[in-house]
C-alpha cells in the first residue's frame, strides 16, 4: 500500500444510530449506520437502551465497515469519534471503543464535534463548496447558522434560543400521533398537503437566533381547539396540517439563512444535519439559491442525519493538521466548537 495513503476509522454514536465508516484520503470507502429500532414503541429516543444498543452494536458495525472498505485492521492510520454532543451514555460507547482500537492498534485518536461534521458533510462528494461557506445547521438537537472560512476554521452565527427545528417537527408528529421519529413523517404527509390552508405564526428572533417554540405551542392551541369542534380533526386534514406546519418551519429558516447570506454577502450556500433531508427545505434552498445568484449545497441524503463518514471527514482535516486527542479524553454531552 502507498505508504502516503490515510485510512481513518471513524465511529459515530452520539444518539440512536451506531455508525462506523472507513475514509481513505479524504474519500469514503463505507459508511455503515445501525438504527436502533428499540426506540420506536416509546415515540422517541430511550438513553439507557440507546447506549445498550450501541454496545451490541458497535463491534459488528466495525466489522462490517472494514470488510466494505476492504481494509485490514492494521492499515488503519487514525481512529475519529465523536465527543460532543450528544447522549453521554451514547457517547461514552464510542468513546471507550475508539480510544480502546486506538491503544491497540498504537495510532492517533482525533475527537470530533458532531455538529462541526454535520458542516463537514459538504465535503465529502463534489462539488465541494468554496469559502467563505454559510451553512445552516439543522438538527433534532440544534439549529445555527455557521460561517465556514476554511474547514476547521468556523464560527455560529446564531441559534435556535430553544427548540431545534427537528424538535419541532418531531413534538408536531407526536401531536399528530405519527409514529416515531416524527420529522420525515410530516415530510411524506406534507408532500399530499396545501401548505396555505393553515397559518401559524413565524417567529422572527434578533439577529441570526432561532426560536420554534411558538409554532410548537401555536399547533398545540389550534389542535385543542379544533378538535372540540370536530373530533376527526386530524385525520381528515393531516396532510394540510403537514404541509402548513412544515411551510412556516422553512420560512423561519430560509428568512434567516437569506439576511445571513446578505449581509455577509456570501454566495456559497448549504444545509446540513437530519432535517437537510426534509424535501421541502430542499427544495426552498434551490429555489432560493436561483432568485439570489447563489451556489447552494446539499449532502447526499445518507451524509444528512447522522452518520460516521461526516465525521471521518472531519477527522481527515484534522489528521492533516495533526489536531491529534489525548489519549485521556473524555465526552461531554455539551461542548461549543467554534
Ligand atoms: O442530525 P440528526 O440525524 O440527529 C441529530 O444530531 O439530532 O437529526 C435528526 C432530526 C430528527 O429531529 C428528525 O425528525 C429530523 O432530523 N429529520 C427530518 C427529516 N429527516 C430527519 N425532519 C424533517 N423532514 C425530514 N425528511
Ligand atoms: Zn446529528
Redesign the pocket.
Known sequence: MDTKTVNILAIES??D?TSAAVIRDGKVLSNLIATQKVHEKYGGVVPELASRAHMQNIIPVVDVALKEAGVEKHDIQAVAFTQAP?LIGSLLVGACFAKAYAQALNVPLIAVH??QA?VLAHFIDDPKPEFPFLCLT?????TQVVLCRSHLDMEVLGETVDD????A??KV?KMLELPY????M???NAQQGDPMKFKFPVTDMEGYDFSFSGIKTAVLYFLQAEKKKDPEFVQKNMNDICASV?YTIIKMLMNKLRRAAKELNIKHIGIA???S?????RKALQEEGEKNGWQVYIPAFQY???NAAMIGITGYYKYLKGEFADRSVSPTARASWT
Open positions: 452520539s444518539c444510530e450528544g458532531h455538529m454535520h439543522v438538527s433534532g438537537g440544534h431545534a427545528a427537528g424538535e417537527f418531531d408528529a421519529p416524527g420529522g420525515p410530516v415530510d411524506k412544515q444535519g437530519g432535517v433531508a426534509n424535501s421541502g427545505l444528512c442525519t447522522d
